[in-house]
């Protein structure tokens, strides 16, 4: 079983659509995270959340919007598309206050046209 | 979690020969880890060391801290192709739920 999946695994879209990338985690962590990763590799935190709490990442634009339906699940849901958005993204999730591992997912590269 | 800087940026060494690579970061730490991401791939945690421990081993990776130096180092014996892959280190406080904070990595190329 994956511990941590996301779909699709690759995402090719117009600019100015509307997308969604979701994101599973069966291992029961109480925290997931959204993360980018550019051209250049270099991988930031876009958000944070567990049923306490969302921490944005004060760079991420409001197009951005991560969405919950149960503890398992942290959809990213992305507006008006731009190019610049072309990326990849990954999924995590840890269990918060143990100072464990974090278990990433494959990654969604999303190209914008 | 805060970033760690490591260094080299990029390292080419022949299969079979061991690899070094280090991480430096700036305040205290509870913890540090060392992530793998292979091309095109998710990142993979390979070890935690905490800030009591001064070597861990798993493998054919050792890890040493030294938190006096604010430094660790990442040590792969007998490398393989399939090592082909960055490496990060994150440091970190504990406890947060702020997420972990990524360097550039060093990329490791293995040779055959």
């Known amino acids: 079983d994956t511990a941590v999946s996301q779909t699709p695994k690759y995402l090719v879209t117009q600019m100015g659509n509307d997308k969604s990338i979701k994101c599973e985690q069966n291992?029961?962590?109480?925290?997931m995270y959204w993360y980018k990763q550019d051209s250049k590799k270099f991988l930031k935190i876009m958000f944070s959340y567990n049923n306490k709490e969302l921490i944005i990442n004060e760079t991420v634009p409001n197009r951005f919007s991560p969405k919950s339906p149960d503890k398992a699940h942290l959809n990213l849901h992305i507006n008006s598309l731009e190019l610049g958005d072309s990326a990849v993204y990954f999924c995590a999730s840890s269990q918060v206050g143990t100072g464990t591992e974090a278990f990433f997912g494959q990654g969604t590269r999303l190209t914008v046209v | 979690s805060q970033q760690g800087e490591e260094d080299p940026q990029a390292l080419s060494i022949q299969e079979g020969e061991n690899a070094t690579m280090n991480c430096s970061y700036k305040?205290?730490?509870?913890?540090l880890q060392w992530y793998r991401q292979n091309s095109g791939r998710g990142l993979v945690h390979l070890i935690l060391i905490r800030s009591n421990e001064r070597e861990k081993h798993s493998g054919r990776l050792r890890v040493t801290l030294d938190t006096s130096k604010k430094s660790s180092s990442l040590l792969i014996t007998a490398s393989r192709a399939a090592d082909t892959a960055s490496y990060f280190c994150v440091a970190g406080s504990g406890g947060g739920a702020d997420g972990l904070t990524f360097g550039k990595g060093t990329h490791l190329i293995i040779q055959p």
């Open positions: 291992l029961g962590h109480d925290t």
């Open positions: 305040t205290s730490i509870n913890n």
